[in-house]
Every structure is written in C-alpha cells, then in structure tokens.
C-alpha cells in the first residue's frame, strides 16, 4: 500500500497561551510551506498544522484545528 504521510506540526493553547502568537506560527507556516513549494525546495509529504488544547481532570488532548497545507 502507498500511503502518504503528513509532516505535522502541533501547537499546544494552554490557558494563558497567546493567540495572535498560535495564529502568527500558523500563518508563518503556511507562508514557508508555499515559499517551499514554489522553490521545489520541499519534500512530497504535505504540511500539517494543528492546534491542541489540554481538557478535563484526565487531561485529554483535544484537537481544535487541522490544516493540511500544499507541499
């Protein structure tokens, strides 16, 4: 089976976490990912951001937003 895999950068919103910082990481990502891909200077994997968030006594990981970026 040929199955491609993302490359996956996760960052993690913790209570006090800034969000014009999770969104600016986000964003400078998707923006190196294009460069990358316009330069030929990338892999064939995409580019995977996700943002996480600690919930709950039990301290499950809960997944806020996935964004699978062009490679």
Request: proline residues 0%; charged residues 15%; neutral net charge.
């Given at each position: 089976m040929n199955q491609k895999h993302?490359?996956?950068?996760g960052l993690i919103v913790y209570e006090k976490?800034?969000?014009a910082a999770v969104?600016?990481?986000t964003d400078?990502?998707?923006?190196?990912s294009k460069l990358a891909v316009k330069r030929q200077d990338t892999t064939d994997l995409p580019l995977q951001v996700s943002h996480w968030?600690?919930?709950g006594a039990e301290q499950q990981l809960l997944a806020?937003?996935?964004a699978i970026?062009?490679?």
């Open positions: 993302a490359i996956e950068i976490a800034q969000m969104l600016g990481l400078l990502l998707t923006v190196a968030e600690i919930k806020l937003f996935r970026l062009i490679a």
